[in-house]
């Protein structure tokens, strides 16, 4: 067996194109037009990476984009001063604080200080709380790319087995919700978890989020399983996932990493900016 590649790339330039095509409607209907305004604390390379690829993508739907960048000994409050300034503007449709933030930043300070229908990452307490309670308002950008990627390839999850591996706030948590309100079984693992290779091989939907190389191998999946690669490492020089090569020889559908779910959060994070602007018109 060899597993079929979910294809990131392809489903996401898909995104693309009908939101580009929600922003010229919404100029046509008198709307203004989306504007993303990205915050960026520090000069981390890869978080202006990040940045810039999220920028351009904005950019080719007809999205205004600005950014915003503060030093690296930057305090929350003067972090905190920005974003109010952000929610303050009109013409600011979504505003996006790039993570990670320097230590002495408060992190969590600075995402409740984001406008909530501005919280383009879904972030915000009140956000994370209406996707508890089953009734979102902005879906966090790469668990929701996940379920549309699984959604295109018509790869379904109602009354599926799925396993999480991964509990953060960023993908593990709101993905389990996602999947949940989709009426999957849901299983969350990490670190403390006993038998983690037992309880992957039961998953037909196994998610793999914990950001360590290859972590997952071949006779951790079930034969035919769906396998979503999350993870972002770095090996000599190159970015791999979480999930060993390997595993396209046992599993049924398997993201491509880079190339699966790296596409598919930009792709919602340009189609989250548009939504906010709508409901701002």
């Known amino acids: 067996m060899t597993a079929q590649l979910l294809d990131g790339k392809a489903a996401a330039a898909a995104i693309l194109a009908e939101v580009a095509a929600g922003v010229a409607a919404l100029l046509a209907a008198g709307g203004r037009r989306p504007h993303l305004a990205a915050v960026l604390v520090g000069d981390d390379p890869a978080s202006q990476t990040y940045v810039r690829m999220k920028r351009r ?32 503007e009109s013409r600011v449709s979504a505003i996006l604080v790039q993570m ?11 995402i409740e200080c984001v ?12 956000n994370a709380g209406r996707l508890a309670l089953g009734d979102p308002a902005v879906l966090p950008c790469t668990p929701a790319g996940i ?22 706030n960023i993908v593990g948590k709101p993905l389990a919700l996602l999947l949940l309100n989709r009426h999957a079984t849901v299983t969350v ?6 038998d983690l290779p037992a309880l992957c091989r039961e998953a037909e939907i196994l998610v793999a989020a914990v950001g360590k190389t290859f972590y997952i191998g071949p006779d951790w999946v079930r034969p035919g ?30 993201t491509p990493n880079p190339g699966g779910v790296g596409p598919m959060t930009r792709a919602m994070l340009v189609r ?4 906010a602007a709508e409901r701002r018109s």
């Open 147 to 168: 379920l549309e990627l699984l959604d295109r390839n018509q790869i379904p999850v109602d009354g599926r087995r799925a396993v999480v591996v991964g509990r953060s």
């Open 100 to 110: 990670p933030l320097p230590p002495q930043v408060d992190a969590g300070a600075v």
């Open 57 to 88: 993508n904005a950019e080719e739907v007809g999205i205004e984009s600005s950014d915003h960048r503060l030093p690296a000994s930057a305090t929350t409050d003067e972090v905190k001063e920005l974003v109010r300034g952000l929610n303050a």
């Open 225 to 254: 399983a769906t396998v979503i690669d999350v993870g972002v490492n770095r090996l000599d020089g190159r970015l791999v996932g979480d999930v060993d090569p390997a595993v396209a020889q046992v599993a049924g559908w398997l």
């Open 189 to 194: 693992c990490h670190s403390h978890t006993r």
């Open 115 to 126: 406008d909530p229908p501005k919280d383009v990452d879904g972030f915000h307490p009140y």
């Open 272 to 275: 989250n900016t548009l939504l």
